[in-house]
């Protein structure tokens, strides 16, 4: 496209007429660009494939940090998959805008799950599932986390954090409003705790529970997943360089 090198300036520009001006929006739709996770750009008709039938609902995965999110995205290109970049401010109004006038289209951001393609073969064991579990809630000493055990593709991943569609854009409408005084659990805004039953670490903590180190694993594993999902608190940061230490000084008895 001959406007390619300028879109990055001008984007924010356009997806706000696309949000005012519906006859702009029908005008625009098909000469707006989106970054995918080669720095690509693809057009929406790139992107959603014509429907088989009129139900047909196409999934656009996002990305909003590439640093922070780059364990997410490894994944997804280990897989196959795509995602665009939509890290501007204006991008949650925009594709907002964009599901209403385009019924046959839904945005999730690249960590809201895990998506078959990210599963290896076989489903977790429902024992190990609920024993990991009840250690993780114990250990972190949250009564109410929410933790899922898959069998991963990637091995190398121990853990991983993902949050609904729905509860992220709710969190996001409540900061916009300024709503810090209401807790997010209440639209089910918990973020979910995935723990991959091929890793060792995780085969090691459903097998030794009663570890003298199971806790400082527990411990590290979320704040290591929380990492790739959004910042830490500093007092989260703080706690998670001082285990960090810890574990390293382990390493020399």
């Not at 750009?41 to 996002?62: Q, R």
């Not at 854009?169 to 995935?194: A, S």
């Not at 594993?221 to 999902?229: I, R």
């Amino acid at each position: 496209e001959s406007y390619e090198k300028y879109w990055d300036d001008i984007s924010p520009f356009i997806k706000f007429g696309f949000i005012r001006d519906q006859k702009f929006a029908d005008k625009i739709k098909d000469y707006i660009l989106f970054k995918n996770m080669e720095h690509k750009y693809v057009t929406l008709s790139d992107l959603v494939p014509a429907p088989a039938n009129d139900d047909d609902v196409t999934t656009l995965y996002y990305i909003t940090d590439e640093v922070q999110q780059s364990q997410y995205i490894n994944m997804f290109k280990e897989a196959g998959k795509d995602a665009v970049i939509l890290k501007h401010n204006i991008d949650s109004a925009f594709i907002s805008s964009l599901e209403q006038k385009h019924q046959d289209i839904q945005f999730k951001r690249i960590d809201a799950d895990v998506t078959e393609e990210l599963k290896g073969e076989g489903a977790a064991d429902e024992n190990t599932a609920k024993t990991l579990t009840e250690l993780f809630r114990k250990n972190l000493n949250m009564e109410k986390l929410e933790v899922k055990a898959e069998n991963l593709k990637n091995e190398s991943v121990a853990a991983m954090m993902t949050l609904s569609e729905e509860s992220r854009r709710m969190q996001d409408m409540m900061k916009m409003y300024n709503m810090y005084g209401m807790d997010p659990g209440m639209f089910g805004g918990q973020e979910t705790l995935v723990l991959n039953v091929s890793h060792p670490l995780v085969k090691y903590l459903a097998e030794n529970q009663e570890s003298e180190h199971a806790a400082v694993i527990c411990q590290q594993l979320y704040d290591l997943a929380m990492l790739s999902h959004k910042q830490l608190s500093p007092d989260e940061m703080t706690k998670f360089v001082q285990r960090s230490n810890e574990i390293l000084m382990l390493l020399t008895k």
